[in-house]
Each structure stands twice: as structure tokens, then as C-alpha cells.
């Protein structure tokens, strides 16, 4: 028996059925539903404030905080982006060194060529390249992998290849995903794409309408990692990632994540917004002290973007327990 499919990664509120041009963009700042939350500030932030360099490995932007300290890589879910670790890499910044990257299709990647060719051998490739330059750029060659939704079932992926290549990744934490309750919530994706506005008027209403709809909880969070989720075509804001367009990757994605996160020789750990968000073959392992098991409170799908303290908190703890250096 699985778990229940993990929360929606958004809540929506409806556009009315009659109004089929409503249905193509978010109503204006002011209106409908925005009055959830009139008085916040929406102005987009710069990363420059939360992490303190950007370093390019070809089309791929590798943001970086921290100079000393183990190092960790941290890998994005679909559709989302590199920002969304802003906040927690700020409060990280004296514990560790913290990469992230935008995949192919995402944030900031300028890859033009074959850019939807996401299938899951690509990503895990994308990403092992990613951690073989961060080893050549650093003078710690152990990688602590951190992967949300999506990016947890690649990094799961990845750090089994890596030690499968005699490299070896020195730990693991995956965010809110397994894979039954993936798998599970996949027949539900269509249905939660097409209630997404198509356009924005502006940045701010993008960000605005992220929390609103409870896509992400942390207002903070939103002003920053919104922005690098959407591109602006005319004066209008579009998704900068055509979640439609991946569909056919979207089991292979997680299809095989257990066996992998489990299969994965070091100290690991699994963060999730609500116990009831696992399966049958994770809760057996955590049972039997396979990795530690922690369900952060007062958050949504995006868990380190909702609480990026509880999240900063939980890596210090790792980086302490496992005395990663």
C-alpha cells in the first residue's frame, strides 16, 4: 500500500468557466482573489543578496555561497529553479559551501539546443558533470547532493551512478518526494498545469500569485525564485519551463528513486512537509534505520522555500551528526 499522493505542488484558486480569455492570465494586482494578501511587497529581489557568485559551466549558471566548509550541490524540482535555495544558502553561508544550478529548460540555463530533451539519463548526466566540476573548482572532492520533488529523484539517481563510477557522493537529502506517492500524483499533473495562469502582466503579479495560490509560503522566497520561473515575450510574463512539453519524462523521473536513494552508501536523509507523504518501501527503511526521516511543519510542497529556516537547521544538524567536513 502507498502513501497518498503528496499535496498538489500548487493550490488554485478557479477562474470563472464563462470568461475563457480569464483563463489565459492572472487577474490584475487589486482584484478577485489578490486580496489575500493586498499589503505585501511583490518587487522582485536579486540574488546577489543571497548567494555570492555565479560562475557559468558552459549554458549551465552555478550559483555559489559560502567559502569554507563540506560542500553541498542542490539540485531543483520541475519547472522550478536554482532561487528557490536563496534564502536557506544565505543562512548556510557560514556552515558550508552550497552550489545550485538551473537544469536545461529551467531558471537561468541558456542551453538552446535539444533543451527539452529531459529525460532522466540526460539529467542524472547533466548533474554528474555539474558535480565533477564543482570537485575541479574546490578543494573538497566529497559532494553532499540535495534534491527537491524532481531534483530528489535525479540526485538519489546521481549519487548512485557517482559511486557506481568510483567517485562517491559523501551524503544525501531528498525533499519531499518518494517514489510511490510520485508516481501516484502523476495522472493529477495535467490537471494541475492547465489551472495554472498562462501569463502575468508583471513580475510582481507572478509573485503575488504564487502566494496566493500557497505555491510557495514564504513571500521572501517567492520575490526571489519567481522571477527566474518566468520570461517576459511583449510586455507579458509566460512560464519560463512548458511543463506540458515534459510529460512523457515524468516516470522516469521517479521510477526506480527508492532503490537508488537507498542503494546510496553514506548518511542520508528524507525531509517532507506531512507523514503521510511517503510509501510502503520508504517507511519499512526508516524503520529499520536505513537514513533519518524528518516531516517539517507549517509548509507546502516546497519545503525548503516555505521554511528555509526549519531547512538550514536540518542541514546543520546533518553537517554536525555525520561530522562532514
Same mark, same amino acid.
Given at each position: 500500500?502507498?502513501?497518498?499522493?503528496?499535496?498538489?505542488?500548487?493550490?488554485?484558486?478557479?477562474?470563472?468557466?464563462?470568461?475563457?480569455?480569464?483563463?489565459?492570465?492572472?487577474?490584475?494586482?487589486?482584484?478577485?482573489?489578490?486580496?489575500?494578501?493586498?499589503?505585501?511587497?511583490?518587487?522582485?529581489?536579486?540574488?546577489?543578496?543571497?548567494?555570492?557568485?555565479?560562475?557559468?559551466?558552459?549554458?549551465?549558471?552555478?550559483?555559489?555561497?559560502?567559502?569554507?566548509?563540506?560542500?553541498?550541490?542542490?539540485?531543483?524540482?520541475?519547472?522550478?529553479?536554482?532561487?528557490?535555495?536563496?534564502?536557506?544558502?544565505?543562512?548556510?553561508?557560514?556552515?558550508?559551501?552550497?552550489?545550485?544550478?538551473?537544469?536545461?529548460?529551467?531558471?537561468?540555463?541558456?542551453?538552446?539546443?535539444?533543451?527539452?530533451?529531459?529525460?532522466?539519463?540526460?539529467?542524472?548526466?547533466?548533474?554528474?558533470?555539474?558535480?565533477?566540476?564543482?570537485?575541479?573548482?574546490?578543494?573538497?572532492?566529497?559532494?553532499?547532493?540535495?534534491?527537491?520533488?524532481?531534483?530528489?529523484? !535525479? %540526485?538519489?539517481?546521481?549519487?548512485?551512478?557517482? $559511486?557506481?563510477?568510483?567517485? +562517491? /557522493?559523501?551524503?544525501?537529502?531528498?525533499? @519531499?518526494?518518494?517514489?510511490?506517492?510520485?508516481?501516484?500524483?502523476?495522472?493529477?499533473?495535467?490537471?494541475?498545469?492547465?489551472?495554472?495562469?498562462?501569463?502575468?502582466?508583471?513580475?510582481?503579479?507572478?509573485?503575488?500569485?504564487?502566494?496566493?495560490?500557497?505555491?510557495?509560503?514564504?513571500?521572501?522566497?517567492?520575490?526571489?525564485?519567481?522571477?527566474?520561473?518566468?520570461?517576459?515575450?511583449?510586455?507579458?510574463?509566460?512560464?519560463?519551463?512548458?511543463?506540458?512539453?515534459?510529460?512523457?519524462?515524468?516516470?522516469?523521473?521517479?521510477?526506480?528513486?527508492?532503490?537508488?536513494?537507498?542503494?546510496?552508501?553514506?548518511?542520508?536523509?528524507?525531509?517532507?512537509?506531512?507523514?503521510?507523504?511517503?510509501?510502503?518501501?520508504?517507511? !519499512? %527503511?526508516?524503520?529499520?534505520?536505513?537514513?533519518? $526521516?524528518?516531516?517539517?511543519? +507549517? /509548509?507546502?510542497?516546497?519545503?525548503?522555500? @516555505?521554511?528555509?529556516?526549519?531547512?538550514?537547521?536540518?542541514?546543520?544538524?546533518?553537517?554536525?551528526?555525520?561530522?562532514?567536513?
Amino acid at each position: 500500500m502507498r502513501g497518498r499522493p503528496p499535496v498538489a505542488p500548487t493550490q488554485h484558486f478557479d477562474l470563472p468557466e464563462e470568461d475563457e480569455e480569464a483563463q489565459d492570465t492572472v487577474t490584475p494586482i487589486g482584484h478577485a482573489h489578490a486580496h489575500l494578501r493586498r499589503n505585501m511587497d511583490c518587487t522582485p529581489l536579486d540574488w546577489r543578496q543571497y548567494f555570492d557568485e555565479l560562475i557559468w559551466f558552459g549554458p549551465i549558471p552555478i550559483y555559489k555561497a559560502g567559502t569554507s566548509g563540506p560542500v553541498f550541490l542542490a539540485l531543483h524540482g520541475a519547472g522550478l529553479c536554482s532561487f528557490g535555495y536563496a534564502c536557506a544558502a544565505k543562512l548556510l553561508k557560514s556552515d558550508c559551501r552550497f552550489f545550485a544550478f538551473d537544469f536545461r529548460a529551467h531558471g537561468h540555463n541558456q542551453l538552446s539546443e535539444s533543451e527539452y530533451q529531459l529525460d532522466v539519463d540526460t539529467l542524472i548526466n547533466e548533474t554528474l558533470s555539474v558535480m565533477d566540476y564543482i570537485r575541479s573548482i574546490t578543494d573538497n572532492h566529497q559532494i553532499i547532493l540535495v534534491g527537491h520533488s524532481m531534483g530528489g529523484a !535525479i %540526485a538519489s539517481k546521481a549519487a548512485l551512478e557517482d $559511486h557506481k563510477r568510483g567517485k +562517491g /557522493v559523501m551524503g544525501l537529502i531528498v525533499l @519531499d518526494v518518494v517514489e510511490g506517492s510520485a508516481i501516484d500524483a502523476l495522472p493529477h499533473m495535467d490537471n494541475i498545469i492547465s489551472q495554472r495562469p498562462r501569463t502575468f502582466q508583471s513580475l510582481e503579479q507572478a509573485i503575488q500569485w504564487a502566494v496566493n495560490s500557497n505555491t510557495v509560503k514564504n513571500i521572501e522566497s517567492a520575490r526571489i525564485s519567481m522571477p527566474a520561473q518566468v520570461v517576459e515575450e511583449n510586455g507579458i510574463w509566460r512560464w519560463r519551463t512548458d511543463l506540458a512539453m515534459t510529460r512523457q519524462y515524468w516516470e522516469g523521473w521517479f521510477r526506480g528513486m527508492n532503490n537508488a536513494f537507498l542503494g546510496v552508501v553514506g548518511p542520508k536523509q528524507l525531509m517532507i512537509a506531512g507523514s503521510d507523504r511517503t510509501d510502503r518501501q520508504m517507511m !519499512i %527503511a526508516q524503520m529499520q534505520g536505513k537514513f533519518k $526521516h524528518t516531516v517539517l511543519f +507549517g /509548509v507546502g510542497h516546497t519545503v525548503h522555500e @516555505d521554511a528555509p529556516e526549519q531547512f538550514a537547521e536540518q542541514v546543520r544538524i546533518f553537517i554536525s551528526t555525520f561530522k562532514l567536513k
